[in-house]
């Protein structure tokens, strides 16, 4: 391929500087719309005068690659005005983009602690018009809980209305209290999905994290494929030795109330909704009538999964990184909601 002219040389350094600026505000949330980031790469600078070209040139090294710099130092490690421009293409192909962190910073460049705010590395890294984001899957399931316990506790203060009223005004407002009754029992039965949902989530993440930033060489071939094999380890080993195995100290007693009230109390309502039958659960496993359970879920057995759900995790989370250790940002919520003095 034939060296670039002057031009040429002129014309590069310009879109690529005009991308990675594009970049910069797309990050930043300050696009309106797709057609705004595309203007980046429309334009026609071969065409333009030398002189035109030649005043790009020095506007991009007077001022715009020193705010790239300084924008690029803020928020990440590694990142250049080249490498952003890379991925200027990569957004521009599929309008943003959403790739684990791991991915992302292998290809582009390592994201500062300060924007990862307390974050796990488990995290996805997600670009669009919206700017720069941190997706993980307990923050949406956390408030997957947080809105259906809402759900249910709003429909179940509205029945309250009904409870001590004539039969005469229950028959006059069938329709009402059927439609609180649905959605609180809808709800109660979400909620209920959402709190074994987000357990399994926050365990599987600690795993996959331990695995990749600690050394591992210690462990037994036993705790490896207990951490590793993630879709077969049943939630009741990993509660009880996920936080062991990556502690290396025990944390539940033979009889912890907590972790008992989850996995003997709350989960058999949980096995008769996500296996709904008319068999009764066989006696080894602790037989009690699955339907009978079903029916049963309702706004105070969303209530407690919560409350449970929220004191496992804190409490495998302060031991895990220590009693004075932070909670994640995507947990506070839930926390301050649900959490009773421990």
């Known amino acids: 391929m034939p060296p670039l002219s002057g031009r040429e040389r002129e014309a590069a350094l310009i879109r690529q500087a005009n991308r990675a600026a594009t970049v910069g505000r797309l990050l930043l949330g300050e696009l309106r719309d797709w057609s705004e980031f595309l203007e980046a790469d429309l334009a026609d600078l071969h065409s333009l005068p030398r002189r035109q070209l030649r005043s790009g040139k020095a506007d991009i090294r007077g001022r715009l690659s020193p705010e790239l710099k300084r924008f690029c130092e803020k928020n990440f490690v590694g ?28 290809r582009f460049a390592r994201v500062r602690l300060e924007v990862l705010k307390g974050n796990p590395p488990h995290l ?5 018009l919206w700017g720069f984001q941190l997706k ?68 599987n ?7 990749r930033s600690a050394s591992t060489r210690s462990l037994s071939s036993r705790s490896r494929k207990l951490l590793e094999d993630t879709a077969s380890a049943s939630i009741r080993d990993k509660l009880r030795r996920y936080p062991e195995i990556i502690s290396g100290v025990t944390l539940w007693s ?47 057995t969303a209530q407690l999964s919560a409350s449970l759900t929220t004191r496992l995790i804190s409490r495998i989370h302060r031991h895990i990184h220590g009693g004075t250790a932070s909670f994640p940002p995507w947990f506070e919520d839930i926390y301050s909601k649900f959490a009773q003095e421990e």
């Open 136 to 203: 993980i899957p307990e923050e949406q399931l956390a408030r997957d809980v947080m809105e259906a316990v809402e759900l249910a506790a709003n429909a179940e203060e509205k029945l309250k209305d009904f409870k001590n009223a004539e039969h005469a005004h229950i028959v006059k407002n069938a329709d009402e209290i059927r439609d609180s009754l649905r959605k609180k029992l809808f709800a109660s039965r979400a909620a209920l999905i959402a709190c074994f949902n987000l357990v399994e989530a926050y365990l």
């Open 79 to 106: 990142m250049n005005v080249a490498k952003l421009s890379e991925l200027y293409e990569e957004i521009k192909a599929f309008r943003g983009i959403e790739l684990p962190l791991s991915e992302f910073e292998s």
């Open 205 to 211: 993440g600690l795993a996959w994290d331990y695995l």
């Open 124 to 128: 996805t890294v997600c670009i669009s």
């Open 254 to 300: 033979n009889k912890d109330a907590d972790l008992d009230g989850f996995l003997d109390v709350i989960k058999p309502f949980r096995d008769s909704l996500v296996h709904p039958s008319p068999f009764s659960a066989p006696q080894k496993f602790g037989g009690y009538d699955k339907l009978r359970l079903l029916y049963r879920i309702d706004h105070d």
